[in-house]
């Protein structure tokens, strides 16, 4: 089977705008979590996807945004890009969500750099 | 306080020698995760556990949920080993499991 994959891989960016960073999770997951890594802050939890609905979310401003197809993949939006956004964001896919925790694969990441 | 600590934040070690790194949690947790990265970032997850002990080649993985706390053992190190370990916990509410809390992670550099 395919690994979790994300696109792109990296990616140089303005502040102020915005950004869209996709996963497609291993075929049969249903369950896409995002993180963010920072060097300062380590990994932190984003938001988690199941089923096209949005199942947690991380404590993050409204400037970072998610969505799920009916295909499982995913995409996380970021708008009004800050310096401080700038981290390498790294998708997850499980089998399920919810009930007895399941082990998450990771995608290789997409490293943003907002300048 | 971080709700995932972990110990030592540096290793150096030779090549043959046993390592063991530790985590600490304060949240209710119904697994717990150690990961492993290498230089260039991607994860790769080693156990997800829960209760008692886990295997997998020269790695060894414990949990003792009653006093809140994980060691991560490896045998025989290798300069291949090199890489960031990291502990992770799902906590027991919310009845999600995507929501990982992650320690800050032991880098390990071991010497030929």
């Known amino acids: 089977k395919a690994g979790v994959t994300q696109t792109p891989r990296y990616l140089i960016k303005t502040r102020g705008q915005q950004v869209t960073l996709s996963c497609s999770p291993i075929?049969?997951?249903?369950?896409v979590s995002w993180y963010q890594q920072t060097p300062g802050q380590g990994l932190q939890f984003l938001f988690e996807?199941?089923?096209?609905?949005?199942?947690n979310k991380g404590n993050f401003p409204g400037r970072f945004s998610g969505r799920q197809f009916s295909n499982s993949r995913s995409e996380m939006n970021v708008s009004t890009l800050e310096l401080g956004d700038s981290a390498l964001y790294l998708c997850?896919?499980?089998?399920?969500?919810?009930?007895?925790?399941?082990?998450?694969?990771f995608g290789p990441g997409t490293r943003l750099t907002v300048t | 306080k971080n709700e995932v600590e972990q110990s030592p934040q540096n290793l150096t070690a030779q090549e043959g020698e046993f390592i063991t790194i530790n985590c600490s949690y304060s949240?209710?947790?119904?697994?717990l995760h150690w990961l492993q990265q290498h230089p260039g970032g991607g994860i790769v997850s080693l156990f997800m556990?829960?209760?008692g002990k886990k295997k997998h080649g020269r790695l060894i993985a414990t949990i003792n949920i009653q006093e809140k706390h994980s060691s991560l053992h490896i045998t025989a190190s290798h300069p291949r080993d090199s890489a960031v370990y990291i502990c992770?916990?799902?906590?027991?509410?919310?009845?999600?499991?995507?929501?990982?809390?992650f320690g800050k992670g032991t880098k390990l550099s071991v010497k030929p």
């Open positions: 556990l829960s209760s």
């Open positions: 992770a916990v799902t906590t027991n509410y919310g009845g999600s499991q995507g929501n990982l809390i």
């Open positions: 075929s049969g997951h249903r369950s």
């Open positions: 949240v209710g947790i119904s697994a």
């Open positions: 996807y199941f089923s096209e609905t949005q199942r």
């Open positions: 997850a896919s499980s089998l399920l969500a919810g009930g007895s925790p399941y082990e998450q694969y």
